[in-house]
């Protein structure tokens, strides 16, 4: 009788603890924040800019030169090269390859990019609402943090850092992993 009771407490166990594992992770705000941090909603304000000048030396120079871009040589994220006769066009750096979203586009006469000005963090989360068990609204609020050698000075004018910004997102349970279907800003 003793060596079937003890059988017993034995599968009861192993079962209740197959059990335990096989439960979905809690949506908690630091789960909530890791989701949004993976999902990279959007990493900032970005703008576009052009990186070449076919016209930008010779006897009719138009537009910008490499002394025009001379903040961004300095902040390390470009470096500008003069090309033929007249143009003159710019490579990023690795530091200035982080900001950089995409690929450049365009062709010889024209090329353009388009990099983070301002970049951007999510702040807090300020509260889950779970709908059922697989779906839940994460409402939490994202703040510009920092301006990049890109930002210009209308832009550090125009936005102000770290004034807190509404947001949602929606967060499914699939297959035993919470994720994030849509992200509202």
């Not at 407490?9 to 989701?35: G, M, N, R």
Request: hydrophobic share 40%; proline share 5%.
């Amino acid at each position: 009788m003793l060596n079937y009771l003890a059988r017993l407490l034995f599968i009861i166990t192993v079962c209740a603890s197959l059990f335990a594992c096989h439960k979905p992770p809690t949506l908690d705000e630091k789960l909530a924040l890791s989701l949004l941090m993976k999902a990279n909603i959007r990493p900032g304000y970005a703008v576009n800019m052009v990186t070449n000048n076919p016209r930008a030396r010779g006897k009719k120079a138009q537009g910008w030169n490499c002394s025009d871009k001379q903040p961004l040589i300095d902040a390390l994220v470009v470096t500008c090269k003069n090309s033929g006769r007249s143009g003159v066009y710019l490579s990023f750096t690795h530091e200035g390859k982080k900001l950089l979203l995409g690929k450049p586009w365009g062709d010889e006469t024209l090329r353009n990019a388009r990099v983070i000005a301002v970049r951007q963090k999510i702040k807090d989360i300020q509260s889950i609402h779970l709908i059922n068990n697989t779906h839940a609204i994460i409402s939490y609020s994202w703040v510009y943090h920092q301006h990049t050698p890109f930002s210009n000075p209308q832009l550090k004018k125009l936005i102000t850092l770290d004034v807190p910004q509404p947001a949602q997102a929606s967060a499914t349970l699939i297959n035993n992993q919470w994720t994030i279907q849509r992200a509202s800003l």
